[in-house]
Nanobody, 119 residues
């Protein structure tokens, strides 16, 4: 298993940008699928983006064209670049690691980082 720590959240105006980072410790980071999820107040946690060990990338429709996921295996870190932010992007963002995309929910999770987008 890996241990995950997110950072980079904050308060930003609509239309602005933030970059989230997720630092992983543990073995074999490069072999994990890494994902980002978010949970808005009073709502369930939802998928945002994922990147496989081979570089395959997947996005939720709501963030396509605005968010970019990437990974740096040398630094054991995955990033989420968020542009053109909207108030509805406000949520706690969580990083997750799993052996497959389907196993992300049951994998390792970070503690989350708050993103607040003001209108």
């Amino acid at each position: 298993q890996v241990q995950l720590v997110e950072s980079g959240g904050g308060l930003v105006q609509a239309g602005g940008s933030l970059r989230l980072s997720c630092a992983a410790s543990g073995r074999d980071f490069s072999s994990y699928v890494m994902g980002w999820f978010r949970q808005a107040p009073g709502k369930e946690r939802t998928f945002v983006a994922a990147i496989s060990w081979s570089g395959g990338i997947y996005y939720a429709d709501s963030v396509k064209g605005r968010f970019t996921i990437s990974r740096d295996n040398a630094k054991n870190t995955v990033y989420l670049q968020m542009n053109s932010l909207k108030p509805e992007d406000t949520a706690v963002y969580y990083c997750a690691a799993g052996r497959t995309i389907a196993s992300l929910n049951g994998g390792s999770w970070g503690q989350g980082t708050q993103v607040t987008v003001s209108s």
